[in-house]
């Protein structure tokens, strides 16, 4: 499962900024030129945001040439912090925006007289040479215009030219050019060309280049808005800290604060790193991380995280993790690798672009042919118009933009609820999931149990019985464990020296106490051990019936006590499972606790299906076996017992406030405890699935319904061929339509019944 530890200080992951990149057909082309430089582990694109993660142990600048070799322009993003990174991206992007106005501007003042032109006062053919004249000086201003708004086209159409291949830059060059050129050719040469296909299409040129510019630019501001996740979440990490040095109070960058820090933080203000408190008392706001809106008290010894906001005391905490390493900072990494990765339905729209442009130049070629053998006259200039459609209409930039851009939405309103979810592969997966597999310890439960009842069977009584006890499982951190250890710390019962302790797994543990030979836990445990219960696996079958766990204690092989604990189930699990249940999930519920208590807290919860008494190595098997009934597993825990079947379920979930194990095992993290958070993601993931379907479905189907149209299949029926300034303005409105679907996900609500 894990990776060895030279492979981890060697790899990295470099984010490269792409420029010339125009659809998805080039995704595949930078994706595979990445991957074949060697050192590099994986490369994804994020069309929407024109960025690649690359993963592995490759130079930066080997990394640059492969994707400049394939015809595209690259750098690496250089600024470290996530603050400067974001700046730097809008800056460019800010940059480029004005530049596609410009440019739009300057196409548009020529295309638009020229089409009110067309439509009000005459006919565009060339008869007389005034005429001639007068449409060659409109020509030399379209050139300008194709020069100066549509040299971008044309240069990432010869840069694909060069390496094989074509994109949406290659149609657009093709039909713009194919266009201006036959005009030029009207205009020079009129006598080689049949008198009724003396017709020029100036505006289309100059229309269809200022459309598209228009369309990239109201995308580019669109899409702008899907990165206010990660700006809200940067936006939570604090500029300064106040820190105390040699008895001084210091207020410095939160760059400069050291691990092992004394930090001062006030009431209002933003905690700056992670820590540990060390002195005072006060409540903390973490519904920005958390999604959980009551004030978190925290007191001494309470562990506290960057970005969350001191609410009433002012208090001093020792910093643990600083700067790239803080709970926030990975949470922002972890959100951004989720935005940049593909779901497999992104990967299948990848592989249809890359076949797409080439098979739409070659029906723009057999409409052309079509309309010059069979089509009226003039059919040259029919022919020209259908090619030059069907170039236009069929350039699949709405196809990229359909996937990355509902992931980096829904990936974005999934952190705002406090849901990380890792990859686009998990966030497909998560809607599919059609049983959930929840751990009781922990994620149904607080996880904090206390001692109810300590029944005593010998001549020990209960205070020593506890003191025993209490001593023995002193060494150990399961929840069952600390809860004995503190009933013992409450009534001021001191513990002892433990000697030959001996964990076994599942069952219970053993060691020696003053001479005493002692064995604590479960049923099957002490009848191995043959020692004799007698009535009171009666009294243990109540306790368990009341959703306690008994648990038996053993001295010197004899029993001693029954030592009931209860964990109390969460106020909201009922509630959360509920929801789980009506979305149509199967939930079964899996504890190494006995089948008694395992079926009251069950039954409490409204859970029918469950496994109790299974050990740790058993839990992986359990999410084998409904997958093999042909169930798509969701396993959710908090223990670093969890974690092999956290790793193996379909998708892994994390209750966020168990282990970093179970955390890094996981493809799912909820940062609150609650189970709501697990309904959320699964709603969040089936919403995001949705909208990608939708981009897609509508995306496809603009593509190919429209080149029909474009080819002229109504002409013969109504006397219908569509212009290419038409077809220029819906393709270049149709990217803006998949963006502003994408973005309606920015306010979807999870329901709670």
Request: aromatic share 6%; with cysteine; glycine share 8%.
């Amino acid at each position: 499962m894990g990776v060895k530890t030279e492979d981890v200080r060697s790899r990295s992951i470099e984010e490269l900024i792409i420029e010339g990149a125009g659809c998805a057909s080039c995704v595949g082309k930078i994706e595979s030129a990445l991957k074949s430089v060697s050192g590099v582990e994986n490369a994804e694109m994020n069309f929407a945001q024109r960025t690649v993660s690359v993963t592995g142990t490759a130079n930066p600048s080997a990394l640059v040439k492969a994707v400049e070799k394939a015809g595209y322009s690259a750098k690496v993003a250089t600024s470290q912090s996530g603050d400067d990174a974001l700046a730097e991206k809008e800056q460019a992007d800010w940059a480029y925006y004005k530049r596609l106005m410009r440019e739009m501007t300057v196409a548009l003042s020529l295309g638009v007289p020229l089409m009110i032109y067309s439509l009000f006062v005459g006919e565009m053919t060339v008869t007389t040479t005034s005429e001639r004249v007068t449409w060659l000086v409109v020509g030399i201003l379209t050139l300008g215009v194709l020069y100066f708004s549509g040299k971008h086209f044309f240069v990432g159409a010869w840069q694909s030219l060069k390496n094989h291949s074509a994109n949406m830059d290659t149609l657009i060059a093709l039909g713009t050019g194919t266009a201006w050129l036959y005009s030029m050719v009207v205009v020079i040469v009129p006598h080689l060309v049949p008198e009724m296909a003396r017709h020029v299409y100036f505006e289309a040129t100059a229309m269809i280049i200022g459309l598209i510019n228009l369309g990239l630019a109201l995308e580019l501001k669109a899409r702008g808005r899907t990165s206010e996740a990660i700006k809200r979440l940067i936006g939570l990490q604090a500029k300064t800290a106040r820190v105390i040095r040699d008895d001084k109070q210091l207020d410095i960058a939160i760059e400069k604060v050291l691990q092992g820090d004394l930090v001062r933080v006030r009431p209002g203000e933003k905690i700056p790193v992670d820590g540990e408190v060390t002195e005072g008392n006060t409540t903390v706001d973490e519904s920005m991380l958390t999604g959980e809106p009551m004030p978190v008290e925290k007191a001494a010894g309470d562990k506290i995280v960057a970005g969350t906001i001191n609410k009433s005391g002012s208090f001093l905490f020792q910093a643990t993790r600083v700067g790239k390493d803080t709970a926030l900072a990975q949470i922002i990494n972890m959100v951004k690798r989720a935005q940049n990765s593909k779901p497999p339905i992104g990967r299948l729209a990848d592989i249809i672009s890359a076949y797409f442009v080439p098979v739409v130049m070659i029906i723009a070629v057999i409409s052309a042919l079509a309309w010059l053998n069979f089509g009226p006259e003039p059919a040259l200039a029919f022919a020209v118009v259908s090619a030059t459609t069907v170039l236009i209409i069929a350039c699949p930039c709405a196809l990229g933009l359909a996937t990355p851009m509902s992931v980096m939405v829904g990936v974005g309103k999934a952190a705002e609820a406090g849901i990380l979810i890792r990859n686009g592969e998990a966030l497909q997966t998560a809607s599919k999931v059609s049983a959930m597999i929840l751990d009781k310890t922990g994620t149904i439960t607080l996880g904090s149990p206390k001692v109810t009842d300590v029944l005593v069977a010998s001549e020990y009584d209960e205070q020593t019985v506890l003191q025993l006890a209490a001593t023995l499982e002193s060494g150990s951190e399961h929840p069952l464990a600390q809860a004995i250890v503190e009933s013992a710390r409450e009534r001021g019962i001191e513990t002892t020296k433990v000697s030959n302790f001996n964990a076994i797994a599942g069952h219970g543990v053993e060691a020696k106490v003053d001479g005493k030979s002692l064995l604590f836990g479960n049923e099957k445990l002490l009848r191995e051990r043959q020692i004799e219960l007698g009535n009171f696996i009666e009294k243990a079958q109540e306790l368990a019936a009341e959703a306690k766990t008994p648990m038996y204690f053993a001295v010197n092989n004899e029993l001693a006590a029954i030592i009931a604990v209860a964990d109390p189930i969460k106020d909201d699990s009922v509630a959360a499972i509920k929801r789980l249940k009506d979305n149509g999930v199967r939930v079964v519920m899996l504890t190494g606790d006995n089948r008694a208590t395992a079926k009251a807290v069950a039954e409490k919860v409204g859970v029918k299906e469950f496994f109790a008494e299974v050990l740790p190595e058993e839990k992986s098997k359990k999410v084998q076996e409904l997958q093999m009934e042909g169930e798509v597993v969701g396993m959710t825990g908090d223990g670093i017992n969890d974690a092999p079947a956290l790793a193996i379920a379909n998708v892994g979930f994390a209750i966020g406030t168990g282990t970093d194990v179970a955390i890094e095992s996981a493809d799912i993290t909820l940062m609150r405890g609650s189970l709501h958070g697990l309904a959320d993601a699964v709603a969040v993931s089936k919403a995001t699935l949705r909208n990608i379907k939708q981009n897609l479905f509508g995306a496809f189907i603009y593509n190919v319904a429209g080149i029909p149209f474009a080819a002229g299949v109504l002409y013969p029926f109504l006397g219908i061929l569509l212009s290419p300034v038409i077809a220029g303005a819906a393709m270049a409105f149709s990217s803006l339509t998949v963006v502003s679907n994408a973005n309606r996900l920015r306010f979807f609500k999870a329901k709670k019944h």
